[in-house]
């Protein structure tokens, strides 16, 4: 049974960097994309960014294109996610998550089957 496992929230000001990774564990690690999302508190979902898992293909929203990179390491079965000049409004609980399915919009939470425990991230002015 696949488990993700996020590490590396924290807490730092405006403008700082935070590097969270998300490792695999429990068995075969086997997905078609990873994906980043987060939630803040009395808000939806929000999908973050999301990349294949081999290959190079990657997706960000708009709102952190520019100051966020996604990557992977297949041999670590882990995916890392570098923040760079964050800002308050990055604030959020965030969680990796994945999918074997191929058609399907990465920015869909419920298109993901599997999702980790989250990773809190606070951003002050």
């Known amino acids: 049974q696949v488990q993700l496992i996020e590490s590396g929230g924290g807490l730092v000001q405006a403008g700082g960097s935070l590097r969270l990774s998300c490792a695999a564990s429990?068995?075969?690690?086997?997905?078609?994309?990873i994906g980043w999302f987060r939630q803040a508190p009395g808000k939806e979902r929000e999908f973050v960014a999301a990349?294949?898992?081999?290959?190079?293909?990657?997706f960000y929203a708009d709102s952190v294109k520019g100051r966020f990179t996604i990557s992977g390491d297949v041999a670590k079965n882990t995916v890392v996610l570098q923040m760079n000049s964050l800002k308050p409004e990055d604030t959020a609980v965030y969680y990796c998550?994945?999918?074997?399915?191929?058609?399907?919009?990465?920015?869909?939470?419920?298109?993901?089957?599997?999702w980790g425990q989250g990773t809190q991230v606070t951003v002050t002015s």
């Open positions: 998550a994945t999918t074997r399915i191929r058609e399907f919009v990465v920015t869909y939470a419920r298109e993901y089957d599997t």
């Open positions: 990349m294949v898992w081999i290959g190079d293909s990657t």
């Open positions: 429990g068995r075969a690690f086997n997905p078609y994309v």
